[in-house]
C-alpha cells in the first residue's frame, strides 16, 4: 500500500521544527521531500544592526553545539579585511577550544545514535563522558556553550597552567572511553544490522550533491577546511583526515568515533606549543574596520561553515551571510534515504547530525 509519512514540523524525534515527506511502497522508501525554514530566526539581518563585538556574540549563538565554530570563521572574516594577524598563541588558544567542542560534538551524535537505535546503555555512557568535556570547556572559558572566547584580533582568556593538567587527563579518559564506543559499533550486532549497508551514499553523489563534513568524508569524499585551507594552528599540527569508502550510516559513525582520537591529538600539541611559547599577547588592538569583503572559513564538527561579511566602514557590518554545513548535506539526505525501509529514515536522517537552528539562522 502506498502512504506518505509525516515527520515534522512538529514531531517527538526533533529537537527542531523541520518538515520532511517519506512516500513509501510497502515498507520501502520511493520518495522523500524536504522543507525548511521553520527556524528562522533572522540572524544574518540582525547582524546587520549590531556592531562587530556584539556580532561575536550574536553568531556563537546560532548553535549551541557550534559555538567556537561559527564565531572563528565569523572573525576570521573580519579580521582578514582589517588585515590584522592574531598572535600565535591566540592561535592555539582557539584551536584547543574548537577540538573540544568537536569531541563533545561527537560524542553527543554517538549518544543520539544509540538511543535512536535503541542501546539506551551507550547512550548514557557517551553523555556521561561528553560532561567531562563540557567541564573543561567550564573551567577554561566559563561557559559550558556560548564560550565568549573569542574577539577580533584574538582571544578574551588565556589558559593557564592551572587549566592543563585536568585538560590532560581527561583527554586521556576520553580517549580510553572512545575505544570503547569503536568496539562497541563495530561488533554489537544491533548496531550493526541498523548501519551497515544503510543509508548509502556514494563519492560521486557526495561530490556531486557538495556534501561536506564526516558525511562526506565517510563516502571517500575527502574534503576537510583543517586540511584544504588551514586556519588557526592546523598548519603546524599533524593530524590525520579520516577517510572511509564504506559510504553507510556505520562509515559516518566510524569517521565521527575516529575523529575524537584526531582532536584528541591536536589538543595535546597545542598544549605542548602554548608551554614552549613565551607568555605574550593574546590579542592584538584592531583599528576601525575599512570598506572590504572577505569569507572565513572553518570545520565545524558537522562540516564546512563560512561567513561572509561585507564591511561599509563604519561600526557594524553592511551584509552578513552564513553556510552552516547541515544546509549543504541535507540535499544529499533523499539520495541517502531512497531504498531503504520506513524504520531506517531516523537514523538515517541523524546520520548527517542535522542541526536546524544552524541550518535555517
Known amino acids: 500500500m502506498d502512504m506518505v509519512v509525516q515527520i515534522g514540523p512538529q514531531h517527538l524525534a526533533l529537537a527542531e521544527p523541520e518538515r520532511i515527506r517519506v512516500h513509501t511502497e510497502g515498507e520501502k522508501v520511493v520518495g522523500v521531500d524536504v522543507s525548511m525554514g521553520y527556524n528562522h530566526r533572522g ?115 588565556d589558559i593557564t597552567e592551572t587549566h592543563i593538567p585536568q585538560l590532560l587527563t581527561t583527554i586521556d579518559v576520553v580517549e580510553r572511553r572512545t575505544e570503547f564506543y569503536v568496539d562497541s559499533f563495530l561488533r554489537n550486532r544491533t548496531i550493526r544490522a541498523r548501519l551497515v549497508g544503510t543509508g548509502y551514499l556514494s563519492k560521486e553523489d557526495a561530490q556531486k550533491l557538495c556534501t561536506v563534513g564526516p558525511t562526506a568524508r565517510a563516502s571517500g569524499y575527502a574534503v576537510d577546511v583543517r586540511k584544504d585551507d588551514p586556519p588557526l594552528a592546523y598548519d603546524r599540527l599533524e593530524f590525520d583526515e579520516i577517510v572511509l569508502d564504506e559510504g553507510d550510516n556505520m ?85 541517502m534515504i531512497m531504498g531503504n525501509t520506513l524504520a531506517d529514515v531516523p537514523i538515517t536522517l541523524a546520520a548527517i547530525d542535522p542541526c536546524f537552528c544552524c541550518t535555517d539562522r
Open 43 to 157: 540572524v544574518e539581518k540582525l547582524a546587520e544592526r549590531k556592531t562587530y563585538e556584539q556580532d561575536i556574540l550574536l553568531v556563537e549563538r546560532i548553535c549551541g553545539i557550534c559555538s567556537m565554530s561559527h564565531p572563528v570563521a565569523f572573525v576570521e572574516a573580519v579580521e582578514n579585511i582589517a588585515g590584522v594577524n592574531i598572535p600565535e598563541r591566540a592561535q592555539y588558544l582557539r584551536t584547543i577550544i574548537a577540538e573540544l567542542e568537536r569531541i563533545h560534538s561527537h560524542l553527543l551524535w554517538a549518544g543520539i545514535a544509540a538511543e535512536l537505535i535503541g542501546i539506551e546503555t551507550l547512550f548514557m555512557y557517551t553523555w556521561r563522558d561528553r560532561e567531562f568535556v563540557l567541564d573543561q570547556l567550564e573551567s577554561i572559558t566559563g561557559n559550558r556553550n556560548h564560550y565568549a572566547w573569542n574577539t577580533v584580533g584574538g582571544c578574551r582568556r
Open 251 to 335: 562509515a559516518r559513525a566510524k569517521v565521527r568515533l575516529l575523529e575524537v582520537f584526531e582532536s584528541a591529538k591536536i589538543i595535546k600539541q597545542c598544549v605542548k606549543a602554548l608551554r614552549d611559547l613565551p607568555e605574550g599577547d593574546i590579542s592584538v588592538a584592531v583599528p576601525e574596520i575599512p570598506p572590504g569583503e572577505s569569507v572565513g572559513r572553518y570545520e565545524a564538527p558537522r562540516g564546512e561553515v563560512f561567513h561572509y561579511v561585507k564591511s561599509n566602514g563604519t561600526f557594524y557590518p553592511e551584509r552578513v551571510k552564513i553556510r552552516a554545513p547541515t544546509y549543504a548535506n541535507m540535499q544529499a539526505v533523499p539520495t
